[in-house]
């Protein structure tokens, strides 16, 4: 299948210029709005996979090799990897399951897209992948077409997570998987205090070598204010999903949840 890349929606300002104190619906509680996380993305994206690594010490590699293997089997199935950034999780899933017959791939950082797509004609997957161009609050794919779903340190970004997930229910067959990995805030114990350390005073640092400021500034910041564990499964719970299981990692700083969507109707 061919690359079907489209120009991202009107990027029309950088984080720079974000007002913290907005509250209104079309930004984040930091005050960013969806066209100014694009941007970030956009302007991070050649370095995104390093920093990634280094950040996390490759456990990154190893948090996503586990969603990997969560995929069901589905014989002709199609797969949606929601903010897929550099595309990592959906290269793994189309080597991993040959058995699909789709393999979408949307983010709303076009910057980030195309270093997925050249990833995949690297690694000769290029033709069973479509990237697209789309946001999570909008998912342009008919209502129960999806057998599995992911998203990875996606959801923490969405400005709307409430739409968005709404809208995974609409898609995701009956029957169909949604997978999560994501950053939370760990809440007990010694780790989750080297833990916060390490997020709140050193990552930035580190991330501002070899980055821009405001991106790195951004993620300890975007995961204080993300769900907790408990809220996201009350959450996903009450859109129609099922949470079968939840792996933490890191001491709970980071999880995937898995959760299967029911046969009833999302709220
Ligand atoms: C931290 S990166 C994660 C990328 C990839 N999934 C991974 O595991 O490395 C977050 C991605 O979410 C994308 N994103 C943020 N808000 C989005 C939205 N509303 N819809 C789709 N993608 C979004 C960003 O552009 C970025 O590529």
């Known amino acids: 299948m061919s690359s079907l890349l489209q120009e991202p929606s009107s990027i029309d300002s950088s984080i720079e210029s974000s007002s913290l104190s907005s509250t209104t619906s079309s930004t984040t509680s930091m005050g960013i709005s969806e066209p100014m996380v694009a941007a970030m993305f956009d302007r991070i994206s050649d ?15 190893r948090w996503r090799k586990f969603l990997v293997s969560m995929i ?28 699909y017959a789709t393999f979408i791939g949307c983010d709303i950082s076009k910057g980030m897209l195309d270093v997925a797509h050249k990833k995949a004609v690297a690694m000769g997957l290029s033709e069973r992948m479509t990237w697209e161009v789309m946001s999570a609050e909008t ?38 998987l949604f997978l999560i990995l994501e ?13 916060q350390y390490y997020f709140h005073h050193v990552l930035p640092k580190i ?7 405001e991106a790195y500034a951004y993620l300890p910041k975007s995961v204080a204010s993300f769900y907790s564990p408990t809220d996201l499964r009350a959450s996903l719970q009450s859109k129609g999903f099922t949470v079968e299981k939840e ?4 001491f709970g700083a980071c999880r995937l949840v898995k959760s299967r969507r029911g046969n009833f109707q999302s709220k």
């Open 47 to 61: 370095r995104y996979d390093f920093l990634n690594r280094l950040l996390s010490a490759r456990q990154d590699l």
């Open 72 to 99: 069901p089997t589905r014989k002709g199935g199609t797969y949606l990897d929601m903010a897929t950034g550099t595309g990592d999780v959906l290269l793994a899933a189309t080597k991993s399951h040959p058995e």
């Open 139 to 176: 998912i342009a794919l008919e209502s129960q077409s999806v057998d599995c779903a992911s998203i990875s340190f996606g959801l923490r970004n969405v400005v709307n997570k409430e739409k968005s997930l709404t809208e995974f229910a609409r898609v995701v067959k009956p029957g169909g």
């Open 183 to 195: 950053f939370f805030t760990p809440t007990s114990g010694i780790m989750s205090r080297v833990f």
């Open 207 to 213: 991330g501002r070598l070899f980055s821009e400021k």
């Open 247 to 250: 792996i933490n990692f890191l």
